[in-house]
Every structure is written in structure tokens, then in C-alpha cells.
């Protein structure tokens, strides 16, 4: 049978995540279609119809799928899912917040967060914040799945050559609505997109000095702010720049953590990048067993130095 894939996207583009989705789906199913749900969607179900190995995209455009609330997208997913062994979606803020919900519709037990697939039925999560690896299996007649995105590959975005069937949106329970959204604006790569990300830590002491040391070193890098949970905590720097297992999973071509401890927590939410380097005064903190590169030093010297160095 066939894997459906739920499409990450803002309305008017397809979000990389999606890519990462479909490579899962791929090694579940030789057959993988797309559902795009939103308002006004014809630009990412033709972005969505160009990647490689996707036989069809299903399109439903609504209003009401404008915002992404969980009801409505679930509503819609579960008007389509006879014929699909497999639903998966990036374990991103909207998958996570919309697959339990089919999940429980389905009575089926959601698999999340999958790092690998062993089988069509057998997956590979992990647990304990990363230090251990389950192995999966599920019975259940339709698998609803969340992809760890930075465990598989991306595939090519373009390539293909997907149909696209529009089909009628149907109604929801309409128990929520929407009422707002506040969002942070920037002119830097998003973070879990990025190719390089610059993290602070506790070690910095506060967020004048994060704004004074790890911000010109992002410049020069074109890097993607992050911070580990306990800067976050101490309000360095707002929610959405946080690392780690509650915050942003991350696997970046360069990753560099200064001041930072290097916690289970977010170790657990970088540790896949490329290459890791790690600034920090103490050579025991645990970041240094991850890490690529290691420097012990005093990052009040250290960064502006290497920041200068930089073209």
C-alpha cells in the first residue's frame, strides 16, 4: 500500500522539512503521494508535484486550512486515508501537533520521532534525550509516523513529475479557532534550515554579552542564532533559539557551541551536525566528546579573536 505525506509549507512555499519526509516514505512504500492542506496552496502542490519519487499530490485549498489548526488538517487527512499503510509528517511544531490527533482517531499508536526505517513495520526512535536507541515495531493496520528530519537525507526537490488532484475540503468539528499569531521576524537563515549555526550558552552571563560576542560572529559566518536551554532559561535570548530536545532539533554542516556546557538535553539537539566546534574554558565539559574541533579558552578572548580572523 501506499505512504502519505503531510506537506510542511507556509501557504506559498514548500518547507525543506517536507524533503526529509519523503525520503521516510520512500523506504516504507515505493508508492508516496502528498497531501497539501491550506489556504491558497497552488504554488507549493506545484512545488510539491516537482519532487522526486512522488507519484501524486493531493491538493485542498480552504480558508479554513489557512492557519494549520490541528482539527480541520486532521479532518482532512482522515477523509483520505483509505488505501495508506503510512502517514508521515516532520517532527516539527505543526507534525507533532496534528499526527497524535489522527493517530487517536485512527486508535492507533503513534511511532515518533523515527531516526531510521528497518522495514515497512519496524522503525528506529530514540530515547532517553538520545542516549538510546529503540527499535519499533507496529501491528497496526495504518502506521502514523513523525520524521526525525535530520535522520534522513533530503530528496531532490525537483525531478519529478507528480499529478495533482484537487479534491474538496470537507468540515470539521470546529471545537478551536484561530485568534492570533506574533511572529519573530529575521533576516537570517531559519534554524533548523540553516547550514551554519552560532549557539551561546550559560557560560556567556548574560545577554548583553551574547548580543556583544556570539551576534558578530554569526555575521561573519551568515550563520543561524541557537542557545542552549539554560541561556534560554536565564532570558539571553527568546524560546525559539533554543537547542536541544525541547527546543530545535539541528544537524547544520557547522555547528559552533560556545559556552556551552554541552547538557544530555542539548546534545541531544545538535549532535548530528557535520561538524561541531566547541568553545569553552572547562576541558571537561561533556560538549568536547562531541565535538570535531575543541577549543579551551576563555570566549571573552577567544571569539572576538576568531571573529576579527574571519574575512
Request: with cysteine; aromatic share 4%.
Amino acid at each position: 500500500m501506499a505512504a502519505l505525506v503531510i506537506a510542511e509549507h507556509d501557504n506559498q512555499s514548500l518547507k525543506a522539512a517536507t524533503l526529509n519526509a519523503v525520503a521516510a516514505a520512500l523506504q516504507c512504500s515505493s508508492e508516496v503521494d502528498v497531501l497539501v492542506a491550506g489556504g491558497g496552496v497552488d504554488a507549493v502542490a506545484a512545488a510539491a508535484s516537482q519532487i522526486a519519487g512522488v507519484r501524486k499530490v493531493i491538493q485542498i485549498d480552504a480558508p479554513s486550512l489557512a492557519d494549520q489548526l490541528a482539527e480541520p488538517l486532521a479532518a482532512q487527512i482522515l477523509s483520505i486515508i483509505s488505501g495508506y499503510s503510512h502517514v508521515l509528517a516532520p517532527a516539527t511544531a505543526n507534525g507533532k501537533n496534528v499526527l497524535p490527533r489522527v493517530a487517536a482517531k485512527l486508535d492507533v499508536a503513534q511511532l515518533s520521532d523515527i531516526t531510521k526505517v528497518i522495514s515497512a513495520d519496524t522503525f528506529e526512535r530514540p530515547i532517553y534525550a538520545g542516549n538510546a536507541i529503540a527499535t519499533v515495531q507496529s501491528s497496526d493496520p495504518v502506521k502514523v509516523i513523525t520524521v526525525r528530519t535530520t535522520g534522513f537525507d533530503p530528496v531532490a526537490a525537483t525531478g519529478g513529475s507528480a499529478s495533482i488532484e484537487k479534491v474538496a475540503v470537507v468540515d470539521s468539528a470546529g471545537k478551536s479557532a484561530f485568534v492570533g499569531r506574533e511572529l519573530t521576524k529575521s533576516d537570517r537563515p531559519e534554524l533548523t534550515a540553516a547550514k551554519i549555526i552560532v549557539s551561546g550558552g550559560r557560560g556567556l552571563g548574560s545577554g548583553e554579552k551574547y548580543q556583544e560576542i556570539i551576534t558578530p560572529l554569526a555575521d561573519k559566518l551568515g550563520a543561524a542564532l541557537g542557545a542552549s536551554r539554560a541561556a534560554v532559561d536565564a532570558g539571553y535570548v527568546p524560546n525559539d533559539y533554543q537547542v536541544g530536545q525541547t527546543g530545535k532539533i539541528v544537524a547544520p554542516q557547522l555547528y559552533v557551541a560556545v559556552g556551552i556546557s554541552g547538557a544530555i538535553q542539548h546534545l541531544a539537539g545538535m549532535k548530528d551536525s557535520k561538524v561541531i566546534v566547541a568553545i569553552n574554558k572547562d576541558p571537561e565539559a561533556p560538549i568536547f566528546s562531541v565535538a570535531d574541533y575543541g577549543l579551551v579558552a576563555d570566549l571573552n578572548t577567544a571569539v572576538p579573536e576568531l571573529t576579527n580572523l574571519l574575512p
